[in-house]
């Protein structure tokens, strides 16, 4: 007998799901469009080391966190790096206004639930996951980061996939 995900009940749903994607391994990175319309697909990141972080606008930790990384992308200048904001609030006016109180650079979309589907099972938050140039996850950070940190995260875009 077949069982579907919504006779099982979420958790069932979710163990049916396919698991994240490893640290190490390549990331089906997933289209999600932007908060402006736009969309980012796999194509235009080719090349590109991505930071992709997971927040809520009610969040402290986050709000320091974000800071610190439209820090990190209005100084990359031309390095082939990415930042990209995952807002997990369920209304797209609070997490416009926040982003026009915040003042943040980097790009945002609501579409986190493919973001989270290849990139982490966990569900804290800020949570920042990396991914090399060369489309491989490298590094999956639940928290807040310190600036020196932050600023770290820039060697994703200026070394070649190593382990």
Known sequence: MLAWPWVLGPLAAAAMAPAPTPVGQLV?????????????????????????TFFATDCGYCQRHNQRLDQLARHIGALPLTVIGAALDREVAPVEAYLARQGYTFPVTMDWAP??????????????????????????????????????LVKWAVTSSAD
Do not use: F, K, N
């Open 28 to 52: 089906p990175w997933p289209t999600v469009r932007l908060l402006d319309g736009r969309t980012v697909a796999a194509e235009q990141l080719r090349g590109r080391a991505v930071v992709v």
């Open 115 to 152: 973001l989270r589907a290849v990139l982490t099972a966990r569900r804290s938050y800020p949570m920042t996951c990396v991914i090399d140039c060369q489309g491989v996850l490298r590094e999956v950070i639940p928290g807040e980061m310190a600036e020196d940190d932050v600023r770290e």
